[in-house]
């Protein structure tokens, strides 16, 4: 597999990692943005699955976001922000290239591991190019980014004028 894959990254930064998935576990649903063939984003709801160190993204057949995927891999998919404004778990963004799967015997045990029988899908596992993690410390934003290249950023900004600090 890809060395930039969930489990790299929950390798490298666990305790990132865990915040990461369990805001994911808080809802079902995510917003998931991809490349038209024009270029301009599209925007749709998916659900993410974490299994086998990898991240999942399924797609009904021939859905616009699969056709999307296929020719251009790049994505962005963005947490569900909850019921209201709050989040306490922070926001959360993970980008990346979604790969694929094309193999009967995998694609099958992907279905059967899922507990549901197999149907037309399309299954792509997700390679990492990057990571964010924003949340709320006392009056400061603070934004926690990770890529494979440059590891784990943390930025704090204030309310007021003085400029961002990475710590």
């Not at 666990?14 to 576990?25: K, Q």
């Not at 991809?34 to 999942?56: I, M």
């Not at 999307?68 to 993970?94: I, Q, Y």
């Amino acid at each position: 597999m890809t060395t930039n894959n969930w489990a790299h990254f929950a390798a490298a930064e666990p305790e990132l990692a865990e915040a990461v998935r369990a805001r994911f576990g808080q809802y079902a649903h995510h917003v998931l943005a991809t490349l038209r063939k024009d270029g301009s984003p599209r925007v749709c709801g998916l659900n993410a699955t974490f299994r086998g160190g990898e991240l999942w993204l399924g797609m009904m057949p021939g859905s616009m976001k699969a056709l999307d995927l296929r020719r251009d891999p790049r994505f962005a998919l963005h947490t569900n922000p909850g019921a209201d404004e709050s989040m306490p778990d922070g926001d959360v963004r993970v980008s990346g290239r979604a790969v694929e799967i094309l193999d009967p015997p995998e694609l099958h045990r992907f279905a059967e591991e899922s507990g549901e029988p197999p149907h037309p899908s399309h299954l792509f596992r997700v390679e990492l190019t990057e990571v964010v993690l924003t949340g709320i410390d006392g009056d400061d934003l603070v934004v926690r980014a990770w890529t494979p290249a440059a590891g784990l950023r943390t930025i704090r900004r204030g309310n007021d004028d003085d400029p961002a600090r990475e710590e």
